[in-house]
T-cell receptor
């Protein structure tokens, strides 16, 4: 079974500082990895995804993530935090084993990002 | 094009009742998945439908069920509601193919009293 671990349920940064949200996965097959953001009282919005095309993935709103197979990691970064980045972030892995599932994701527990002025 | 649409957005039910939630996927998407989100358990996969067939099911009791119609619209039903069923229920849709983007709706907030 696949699993995702997000280190740190809460991360606090100052506006303009580097954002680093950590995600480690466990998968027996090459994974598809996703980062989603959730603003209060809203659904999930895709930030970026890794599907083996390139190890450094650029997403929306200045976020990017690097897939490191040797470390089984897919950490999310943004060089300079903005107040509007305050939200909850979820790392997820797609259960592609057997090729029968298109919509099943296993999520991490989420990381709440707080941005201080 | 329109995103994933879920109805109703908010609802309150009494313990023991049943509830039906509806989801309209993005046009052309034939895969619809449902997730439950709670503060304690996080985001958990309920089930996935593709072309009216259930392809995967999460670890939930039989009180949770779903179906998909020929137009890809989906419903999920929870019978004999319990207080612990209070949650945000998210619907997601995707096109056929592994690694395709999975798009989420705004969710249906269910409160069981």
């Amino acid at each position: 079974a696949q699993s995702v671990t997000q280190l740190g349920s809460h991360v606090s940064v100052s506006e303009g500082a580097l954002v680093l949200l950590r995600c480690n996965y466990s998968s027996s097959v090459p994974p598809y990895l996703f980062w989603y953001v959730q603003y209060p009282n809203q659904g999930l919005q895709l930030l970026l995804k890794y599907t083996s095309a390139a190890t450094l993935v650029k997403g929306i709103n200045g976020f990017e993530a690097e897939f490191k197979k040797s470390e089984t990691s897919f950490h999310l970064t943004k060089p300079s935090a903005h107040m509007s980045d305050a939200a909850e972030y979820f790392c997820a892995v797609s259960d592609s084993a057997g090729g029968t599932s298109y919509g099943k994701l296993t999520f991490g527990q989420g990381t709440i990002l707080t941005v201080h002025p | 094009k329109a995103g994933v649409t879920q109805t109703p957005r908010y609802l309150i039910k009494t313990r023991g009742q049943q509830v039906t939630l509806s989801c309209s996927p993005i046009s052309g998407h034939r895969s619809v998945s449902w997730y439950q989100q709670t503060p304690g358990q996080g985001l958990q996969f309920l089930f996935e439908y593709f072309s009216e067939t259930q392809r995967n099911k999460g670890n939930f009791p039989g009180r949770f069920s779903g179906r998909q119609f020929s137009n890809s619209r989906s419903e999920m039903n929870v019978s004999t509601l319990e207080l612990g069923d209070s949650a945000l229920y998210l619907c997601a849709s995707s096109s056929q193919g592994l690694g395709n983007t999975i798009y989420f709706g705004e969710g249906s907030w269910l409160t069981v009293v």
